[in-house]
């Protein structure tokens, strides 16, 4: 089987000048730009009107650019009956809350039972759209709420609504130390520069953005309320890492296990056994990307979070004089 695709666009001033598979993959940014590339040479895509074979030709501004092809049904993955936690569906989206340990799209160390051969599995049709319908991914290890496209319309409108910064998406966290206040995080982040599985903020990333605010104070560390503006791989627990406040329990940015001062055995055990980053998508906000309408979703704490922030309690009310500054 096979997907009919047809995307129109106009060459705005800011990509007058730039290559035709360049702007291409900035209007019709659900595709990859060797897909699109391929397409061009193909003589699938049209310059006002008129078939145009050369990716790196020049576009002017107000010039329509038009694909028409079709994507053959993705068969590199298979459907597998993974669990998956749907919490809304309507027949152009789904909503699912994803529990810890379970990776969203197949890659070298996890060639499958992830979120996408689920998606395969219970929704056969979303083999037909591109990454099954996934618009953005959480950690291996981060829990919470997940948008899907069923279409490719929806998915192509979900992702320009992401890139846009008109889906709204909110963290819980618990970091390392006592913070005083909320702020803004606003530093790119790329590819570490030796550990290729490891992101860093860096002056020649792509830009990065992450508020927060205090929800809670305990006293060697800080329960948080996190938006992201942009979505760049790891970006929260790459960000707090940076300003010296690391997530609980993150294995890859959250160095080295520091004692607390007259900690309980409780509370030094739960630490150190806490093997995941505390982190959970706990809300989700956007526009029906085909019916208008305002829609937002709620995800309470997973339990193994709920437990952390209560022995986190029980450890500030036995101290409540005794702040630890890390």
Wanted: glycine share 6%; charged share 25%.
């Amino acid at each position: 089987m096979s997907q009919s695709i047809e995307l129109m666009g106009t060459v705005t001033p800011e990509q007058a000048g730039k290559r035709l598979d360049q702007v291409l993959a900035e209007l019709f940014s659900d595709y990859s730009r060797t897909r699109i590339k391929e397409w061009v040479l193909d003589g699938k895509v049209l310059v006002n009107g008129n078939i145009c074979r050369l990716p790196k030709e020049k576009v002017m501004e107000g010039q329509s650019v038009e694909i028409v092809t079709e994507i053959a049904e993705d068969t590199r993955w298979q459907a597998q009956d993974v669990p998956l936690n749907v919490v809304y569906e309507d027949e152009h989206l789904l909503v699912i809350d994803k529990p810890e340990g379970l990776v969203v799209h197949p890659g070298a160390g996890t060639p499958d039972g992830t979120v996408l051969n689920g998606l395969l599995y219970r929704y056969p049709a979303l083999a037909e759209v591109p990454r099954a319908g996934i618009v953005h991914r959480l950690d291996k290890d981060t829990t919470g709420l997940m948008v899907v496209a069923k279409t490719i319309p929806t998915q192509i409108r979900l992702v320009s609504a992401l890139q846009k910064r008109r889906i709204t998406r909110e963290y819980e966290a618990i970091v390392v130390g006592h913070m005083t206040g909320g702020g803004t995080v606003s530093e790119p982040i790329s590819r570490h520069a030796t550990q290729r599985t490891m992101m860093a903020v860096n002056p020649m990333g792509k830009p990065a953005t992450t508020h927060y605010r205090v929800a809670e104070r305990f006293r060697a560390h800080t329960r948080l309320r996190l938006r992201l503006e942009t979505g760049r791989t790891h970006q929260i627990r790459v960000h707090m890492s940076h300003i010296n406040h690391p997530l609980v329990g993150d294995p890859v940015y959250g160095g080295r296990l520091r004692p607390i001062r007259n900690a309980s055995k409780e509370l030094s055990d739960y630490l150190r056994t806490f093997r995941r980053q505390a982190l959970h998508a706990t809300m989700l906000k956007l526009i029906h990307p085909i019916t208008g309408e305002e829609m937002e979703w709620h995800s309470p704490i997973p339990e193994d979070m709920v437990e952390l922030i209560n022995v986190l309690r029980i450890d500030s009310e036995e101290h409540p004089d005794d702040i630890v500054w890390i």
